[in-house]
């Protein structure tokens, strides 16, 4: 991480207001495409990591039964909670959390005994999700990242992020070099496979921007999509 939690955390607080409206076209489908991707059902719980102003937590809101928010800028996290209440949103909540601690429990089940209750917890995650903010990490973080998220056992992870498709040029516009560090595809693909996730579909945004599918349980044949 070329930055310390503190300093990234610090620098969007201080465009939380303005983020919204700065974001790109690439950025806008990127977004489309983890929502589309994600899909959860109605009982389906969702962890959305660098959730930001809640873009992707709040779009998959009215589909499943939770969905949690984990930040690092509580600046980011209260445009998010404005908006969530000016929806009527009630099934999604927002936290201080990164990607390799999640501070994620999960609900308590509802048949869990009161006597085991307060020593009980189920971190059910179903569905994972993150867009633009795992290329703050570095090679290595990343690949600990997804490590822990594949701990939780969630049935799908779909990552959108600043990544190479060909040679990295820090002359576009979704690569600054002094505060990101994307990967390559083929670094996060690597990173996804040897935490047991299988890669279902690539879409390709940008030449620096897509759209990963990562599902547990090995891919049959002809499952994997790819675009572009």
Do not use: W
């Amino acid at each position: 991480m070329k930055k310390s939690p503190e300093e990234h955390a610090a620098r969007f607080d201080e465009k939380a207001t303005e983020y919204d409206e700065s974001k790109s076209d690439e950025y806008r489908a990127c977004a489309n495409l983890v929502i589309e991707h994600a899909a959860p059902d109605a009982e389906d719980v969702v962890l959305d990591l660098g959730t930001g102003t809640g873009a992707i937590a709040l779009a998959l809101a009215p589909d499943a039964d939770r969905v949690v928010g984990r930040d690092i800028s509580e600046g980011m996290m209260d445009e998010a909670r404005t908006k969530a209440q000016e929806d009527g949103l009630e099934n999604v909540e927002f936290d201080r959390g990164t990607f390799r601690e999640p501070e994620y429990d999960g609900p308590v089940d509802a048949e869990t005994s009161e006597t085991s209750r307060a020593h009980t917890r189920s971190p059910r995650v179903d569905v994972v999700t993150s867009n633009f903010a795992m290329h703050h990490l570095s090679d290595e973080e990343k690949r600990e990242a997804i490590d822990v998220i594949a701990a939780l056992e969630p049935d799908r992870f779909v990552l959108g992020d600043v990544m190479f498709f060909g040679e990295p040029d820090p002359e576009e516009p979704f690569y600054s070099p002094e505060v990101d560090d994307p990967a390559t595809v083929g670094t996060l693909a690597d990173a996804f496979t040897s935490a047991g996730f299988s890669l279902t579909a690539v879409e390709r945004v940008h030449d620096q921007v897509g759209v990963l599918v990562a599902e547990r349980g090995p891919a049959t044949d002809g499952e994997l999509e790819t675009d572009g």
